[in-house]
């Protein structure tokens, strides 16, 4: 199945639902953390508002819009749903000089909310929030990330990569390593992601250890697409070659994507392996001028959720 956003889903018959779209997390980084995806969001989601859904939220968007202080807007971060979510954080962007350690004080004190639901709320503007701030904001969140439920951690991690935060690297690998085995609840997208926008090496190891343990989720051929390396040539290449015939295009683009980082020469080093595996009758030279003939270009238009943002 295609990344590409406007392409259907894979059959759910075929796939459990984790594994059919997008995570909340992926969705929360495309929306929260990018002005120019949520902008996208907003427009497409703006055609569908009906006058009901205007007449609810219109209340709470007007009290937000009337906050004059970083105080007054975190007082009404629990009205902050539907519509109000955006004008949450548009008034943040307006008010968040010096807002930081009072973010950060609220989101520490979310911890002892007893209402779940409630909670993952205030923890995700907050989150959002800080990342609003700036380098002091990833500076308050990552002193704020043992006091987060699981699920905040995992939209924390994601935060602290596109601030770009190198000093959280750690911190973020060992929650990975923390959630990396959980089935029920995908909290390990947040720190993968964090990882490939921070660049770090073990973002590599990581895509290579799920590739090797069989998991699949939406995001795992996207995230091989931009920092898969030799490790994940041949456990991809067997997904490929087991897959239906109607259902590789995501491996056969994660393969290209790999090719085209790690040259042609050890791509086909990785694929010499695989034949002397299989015998004198496997041609490793057209399999690799396969792939390696499908362009950056159309690998990027493919995996376009993951390169766009």
């Keep these: 199945m295609s990344r590409k956003k406007h392409q ?4 759910q018959k075929l796939l459990p639902a984790a594994e059919q779209y997008p995570s909340a997390q992926t969705f929360y980084r495309l929306a929260l953390l990018d002005e120019h995806g949520k902008a996208l969001i907003d427009q497409v989601t703006g055609e569908m508002i009906d006058n009901e859904v205007l007449s609810r939220d219109a209340p709470a968007v007007d009290k937000i819009r009337a906050a004059h202080t970083p105080a007054e807007l975190l007082d009404l971060v629990s009205i902050s749903t539907g519509l109000a979510e955006t004008a949450w954080l548009q008034q943040m962007r307006l008010l968040r000089l010096g807002a930081a350690p009072l973010i950060a004080e609220r989101l520490v004190a979310s911890a002892a909310m007893e209402d779940s639901k409630a909670r993952t709320t205030v923890e995700e503007r907050l989150v959002a929030a800080l ?12 002193r704020s990330f043992d006091s987060l439920s699981l699920y905040g ?8 990569g596109k601030a770009n935060a190198a000093q959280a690297a750690d911190r973020i690998w060992a929650y990975y390593e923390r959630v990396k085995n959980y089935r029920l609840e995908l909290f390990l997208v947040g720190p993968l992601w964090a990882l490939i926008d921070l660049k770090d090496p073990r973002a590599s190891a990581a895509l290579a250890e799920m590739l090797e343990a069989g998991r699949d989720f939406y ?3 996207g995230m091989v697409a931009l920092a898969g390396d030799e490790r994940a040539v041949l456990p991809v290449l067997r997904r490929f070659v087991e897959a239906p015939v109607g259902d590789k295009d995501d491996s056969a683009y994660a393969l290209a994507a790999i090719a085209h980082r790690i040259g042609r020469a050890a791509f086909r080093a990785e694929f010499e392996i695989e034949a002397t595996a299989e015998g004198p009758a496997t041609h490793p030279d057209k399999i690799v001028e396969a792939f390696w003939g499908i362009s950056p270009e159309a690998i990027q238009d493919y995996f376009q959720l993951f390169y766009g943002f």
């Excluded at 259907?8 to 059959?11: A, Q, T, V």
């Excluded at 990342?131 to 990552?142: Q, R």
Aim: proline share 7%; charged share 10%; hydrophobic share 40%.
């Design 8 to 11: 259907s889903p894979r059959p």
């Design 153 to 160: 951690q995992s939209l924390a991690c994601l935060a602290l």
């Design 219 to 221: 995001e795992l051929y």
């Design 131 to 142: 990342y609003i701030c700036g380098g002091l904001g990833a500076e308050y969140l990552l």
